[in-house]
């Protein structure tokens, strides 16, 4: 009885608010059919766009393309900018985020000339979305910090706030799941005291969703529903199917499936009813993960490839991935290995163009900008605040001055000084405070310089040789001046060269990340064996040269550090033995039980090293390199990432070595309890 109540009511209040909004659409059509101005006539059809969105999608965009028409014709930049955003707002509804940008750019092109720094801060906002939706993460980043810079210039809170909140989108993405907290908490508490409900419905989305892909699934259904709450009081339409996907997500997750399916259809209707085809194609592929773990492989298939087809006229990369990558999933469950191995590799090609090292590169160094500046704005805003506690100090100092030459020998002049002393002793305290935070922070400038300074020179003297040689080689490639004999030689020097380019690009984010205390280490139960054998293969397949490698690690030789970065220090390893190892060589990775540790070694039988050597190859002051047996390159950051990253997974790296000999590198890992 009380469910029928509820919907009841619903019903009512969605017959009435469909009446409203029907009277007001007839109005304004009735209006639009009389004798207007031109300027007018724009704003009227943006607002028939408006009400037509989620009712009649093809009316809604014949108006919206009339209102850029004319507002083209009449070449007012003011209505420009408000077609424009209509238009970008419309594809974006849609899901055709990359018809958007161009709107997007308009919108800005226009509020440049009229110098509107605040719609030029949310024009940024705008583009950088457009290229978050197409997985453009790089672009992304760089515009939602443009748009920050914007709104902290003309001191812009909201906006500050929206860049902070998009700022935290990129990182979740990325991975970086205690950053993007970081950003994302910061927007709700900005919302929450400026009482922005709307804001702190799509930071309790965004927290929720983070949550979810940390696996934290009773944490992210209280945000998620408190997300779900606010958007049902304050009708956020563009939210709540975003909202039901990843609600559908967890009940997949924990095996609910029909809770998974209701909500999968709940954010379908709502996308369909604003005519989002990318909100439908990542239903469809929702939909596709239910039927694919309740064994309906057939209908699982029909609507992955419904959503691949979608993904690829949208341009929609990350949609893509995820389609190809369940496709993939999907074939080896039916037993067809090639066409799983087929759709792994479109997989796997798709993911290494969008997440290639050149996006990494241009991510850290607007990571980088970008917190630079927001020191920047810190330590100015510190600078103002002490202008204006000492002009106050210089006033309390003078109406002291009066109290004193008036009152002197009076009760109150005692008290009166007293008080001032107390409070110019507190004044002086945060003074002092306020100072030693302002050397905390030139110092972190300082560091960050200097990281700047060591990554850039290493780039320009390091960076530049194997990059020049691979264009040379590629230009003799490119005219015709290898012939086919030659060209097996010259095949095996382009995948050394790019082999080293690529290892000289790894260590140089990683050390970057380093030395900025970014890099997170999550320890976990690894096998070591595994991760040798994985190194084994990848480092035989692009070594030049005839050196056997060995793998005596046991199987189950489990430790507990962080995988990413013990992978990295067994490559680096690796590829040293085999960089100071002669062809014919040999290079064994072993292990030995220390009780509570792993003790890995990595022997070879190269050139060795005089002890002079040895007491310098860790020192991160000054990387030692020199040249490997086949003239190969490096910068020295190699070993000393690989001492940082030992260490931060509790154990120790030292190495042993005689010339003519070879040479053997230890190090100690924890070993995993059961």
């Given amino acids: 009885m009380k469910k029928t109540f509820w919907i009841a009511l619903f019903l009512f209040s969605q017959v009435t608010l469909h009446a409203q909004a029907q009277h007001d659409l007839d109005s304004l059509q009735k209006a639009l059919k009389s004798d207007l101005p031109d300027s007018s006539r724009v704003r009227l059809l943006i607002r028939l766009a408006a009400l037509n969105q989620y009712s009649d999608y093809t009316s809604s965009a014949r108006y919206t393309d009339e209102a850029v028409k004319l507002a083209e014709k009449l070449d007012d930049p003011s209505l420009k900018v408000l077609a424009y955003q209509n238009k970008a707002f419309m594809l ?153 996907s990843k609600l559908a997500t967890i009940y997949l997750r924990r095996g609910d499936f029909a809770s998974a399916k209701a909500h999968y259809d709940s954010a379908y209707a709502l996308h369909a009813r604003a005519n989002d085809r990318f909100g439908m194609a990542e239903v469809e592929l929702g939909r596709g993960l239910v039927y694919t773990k309740e064994g309906d492989f057939a209908q699982a298939l029909t609507k992955i490839e419904n959503s691949l087809t979608v993904a690829k006229q949208l341009n929609a990369r990350v949609l893509e991935i995820k389609c190809f990558n369940q496709l993939s999933i999907l074939w080896e469950m039916k037993g067809d290995f090639k066409k799983s191995l087929e759709y792994y590799k479109q997989f796997k090609q798709l993911e290494d163009t969008l997440f290639s090292q050149e996006m990494q590169g241009k991510l850290l160094r607007d990571q980088l900008r970008f917190e630079t500046e927001s020191r920047d704005s810190q330590i100015a805003a510190l600078s103002r605040q002490q202008a204006d506690q000492k002009d106050e100090l210089k ?47 030139s110092e972190e400038l300082e560091r960050l310089n200097q990281v700047k300074d060591k990554f850039f020179s290493i780039i320009s003297h390091d ?106 220090v067994i490559r680096n390893l690796i590829t040293n033995a085999l960089k100071f190892t002669n062809d014919g060589g040999t290079v064994a990775i072993r292990s030995q039980d220390k009780g509570t540790q792993w003790m890995m070694s990595v022997t070879d039988n190269g050139v060795g090293m005089p002890p002079d050597i040895i007491k310098i190859l860790f020192d991160k002051t000054a990387p030692y390199t020199t040249r490997g047996t086949a003239n190969e390159k490096g910068t020295g950051l190699g070993l000393i990432l690989c001492k940082e990253f030992v260490e931060k997974n509790g154990g120790k790296i030292w190495v042993e070595s005689e010339e003519g000999k070879g040479s053997t590198f230890y190090f100690t890992l924890p070993k995993a309890t059961t």
């Fill in 92 to 244: 974006t509804s849609s899901g055709d985020h990359s018809a958007a940008i161009r709107f997007d750019n308009l919108s800005l092109e226009n509020d440049i000339l009229l110098k509107d720094s605040a719609k030029i801060s949310r024009d940024y906002n705008n583009i950088g979305n457009d290229y978050y939706e197409l997985g453009e993460y790089d672009d992304s980043f760089y515009y939602f910090t443009q748009s920050h810079r914007v709104a902290v210039a003309v001191r812009d809170t909201f906006r500050m706030l929206v860049a902070y909140h998009n700022v935290g989108r990129v990182f979740k993405e990325l991975g970086q799941y205690e950053r993007a907290l970081d950003h994302l908490n910061l927007a709700k508490r900005m919302s929450e005291k400026h009482k922005d409900e709307e804001g702190i419905a799509y930071a309790y989305d965004e927290i929720g969703d983070v949550q979810l892909r940390k696996n934290e699934y009773d944490s992210a259904l209280l945000s998620l529903k408190k997300s779900l709450e606010i958007i049902h009081k304050l009708k956020v339409n563009q939210l709540e199917p975003k909202v039901h």
């Fill in 395 to 441: 006033k309390q100092e003078f109406v002291r001055n009066i109290l004193v030459v008036v009152m002197a020998l009076s009760v109150i002049l005692l008290v009166t000084v007293y008080r001032s002393g107390r409070r110019r002793r507190q004044i002086n305290m945060l003074l002092l405070q306020h100072q030693e935070e302002m050397e905390t922070r």
């Fill in 463 to 568: 960076l530049r040789s194997p990059i020049n040689a691979l264009s040379g080689l590629l230009d003799l490639l490119d005219k015709g001046a290898v012939t086919e004999a030659e060209l097996p030689s010259h095949v095996r020097e382009l995948k050394v060269r790019f082999n080293h380019t690529r290892t000289l690009l790894n260590n140089l984010l990683d050390w970057t990340l380093l030395q900025m205390d970014k890099l997170n280490v999550q320890a976990a139960k690894i096998d070591i064996g595994n991760i040798v054998e994985e190194n084994i293969q990848l480092l035989a397949a692009v070594n030049g040269k005839d050196i056997q490698l060995v793998n005596e690690v046991p199987k189950n030789t489990i430790g507990f550090a962080d995988s990413n970065t013990i992978n990295l």
